[in-house]
DNA sequence: TCAAGATGCTAATTCGAATTATTACAGGGT
DNA sequence: ACCCTGTAATAATTCGAATTAGCATCTTGA
């Protein structure tokens, strides 16, 4: 097979030294470097003919950045299963990579062990590229805490508490999101509110109960948590309102009440909190809120650059945008 | 920030030398090296309580391979326009890629000029993987050559045609797949037929027509080829059959005869060749072939392997299975 | 007791590119 | 002839780990 060109090669064509090369390459023209321009010229030529790249490995380890970003998620990325979800941010990671003038590292060779992949290996890879992006749902703790113990330029998507120190992240703000459905609903005439699901685990999961804990005490309301769905329970409860953090739980809560006979939003309103660990129908028209994953996406190769550059910790919430959707309506006027 | 350990490091810790170090973290004991129960113990110990890992920067700059395959697509990757049509190869590539225990670089850094991507332009970081698996209908004619003249390991998605020299690719075998399509037709009854599309251009064009045509002389039909679909034309031509290379085109043919109060298959049997440039409604049922994309996208990579390893120049056609749809029937016994 | 062989480790080199220090050589002024 | 200055290029070193050749030191056996 045809060894790859090194600056060595392209020096013996040109006649110079690998050193020449080198300066010419990166256009050194600082520090009292001169270069004759026919010189530059001849180099450049071998360059343009042979398509001569540097070889990002050597040059890593000599300096740091080769224009690699990596990105890192728990489970394969292309799966359709995972489609869905992965989807918007790596459109988001994609454009803004694009502009950055970066190529993205996509790290298959992680094995999986035990369904999950982890970063820390026997043979770790994250620090192939310049930084990292991480993408899940939740991502192991010792990975992270140790992401943030070596110093490794990385942002999350998604926010994350401290691991042994703040967590570089741009997440969605979910509390904010949530208190604004429960602001809306109350609005409305709702007075008991029941919220579904985790609620904890993932800092999504925990931002979006708090957010909804929150909105209940400012407007003194009820509200209580539960963590999967009973509609009849709900009902005898004099629920009227329910926010489900699985969309295919607010669906499925949906399809059982007009199953019962009962009208949506009618006799009951269901709001849902956009996540999507299973797939959900999408004919539903559930009101609720769309988190901004491109823009996720594109702003976390942002703040990456500016870890990169600055070495700042950016943390930065998103706002997710209400969507009208059918499942929410005023209160109906009860015997 | 706290400076990353060395193997010296390590050395000068437990009093040995780097070299002992890299030979104790390999557990090398071929080649006359022997390394003492007790020296070999201290420096583990010492690695497990400084937790070190060897730099990968390092090792692959010493290897000469960096595990890295290219994925190069002429269009973004991502974008959920495209998402239908590179999703599938994606999925294949990465779920061999992981095999392989390679990474994925997506070349995002390759700006689009006049809408297209260009493999070669002023800064190709082409070599920045050690081979590279190419995706895209049609490939820029310029760039393959290049890249076959340059001896860069790469393998292409799709058939191709030489270009200064034979393309290894893993491609679909349209052309068995279309004369299925026409032997299975011909059972039926049929006997005069229409292809309907390019016919021409990528290569995939060109062997699905040129399958179409051998089977209909081998099995002496009437065969016609038009560039695009028009019913009534067809219908007043007496053709009972019709190829439609797009999805698309096939799925208008049906819907147009219908509209006219005609029936498929019973009056016109309509068949579909598989290529997706254009989306199209998937609830119709076409009659047709599935193209083996996910296989494809695992082949490629394979082959890829094989190239690197020995420089072979692997060409593969994969077959297409038939799919049985509800849009072929027996020619309807005309008065 | 001394060569032969086994044992345990290290010095030195390699990989490819970036950088610094240094050399080589021209022409100008005295 | 000599020094100085500017210019143009190169030699040598660096990064961190892997590898090979080779140097000590210790056992054996005759």
Redesign the pocket.
Known sequence: MA?????????RMA?????????V??N?T???????????ARVLEVIRRTG????????R???QRNRILGVFTYEAVFPSTRADFYQPFLEGIEEQAEVAGCDLLLFTSAKATEGKRRIFSDDSRIRLADGCVLLGRSIDRDDLAQLVAEAIPFVSIGRRDDAGGPVPHIGADYRAAVRDLVDRSVALGHRRFAYVGAGTGAESSADRLRGFKQAVAAHGVEGTHVQFAGLGQLLDAGITAVLAEEVSDGAALVLAARQRGLSVPGDLSVLTLGAATRPAPDDIGLTGFRIPRREMGRRAVQALTEVLEHGTTPQELLACEFVEGTTLGPRRAQG
Do not use: C, F, M, W
């Open positions: 060894k790859r060109l090194t600056q060595q090669d392209i020096a006649g110079v030294s690998q050193a020449t090369v080198s300066l390459l990166n050194r600082d520090g009292g470097v001169r270069i004759a321009p026919e010189t530059r001569y790249v540097a070889n990002p490995i050597a040059r380890l000599h300096d």
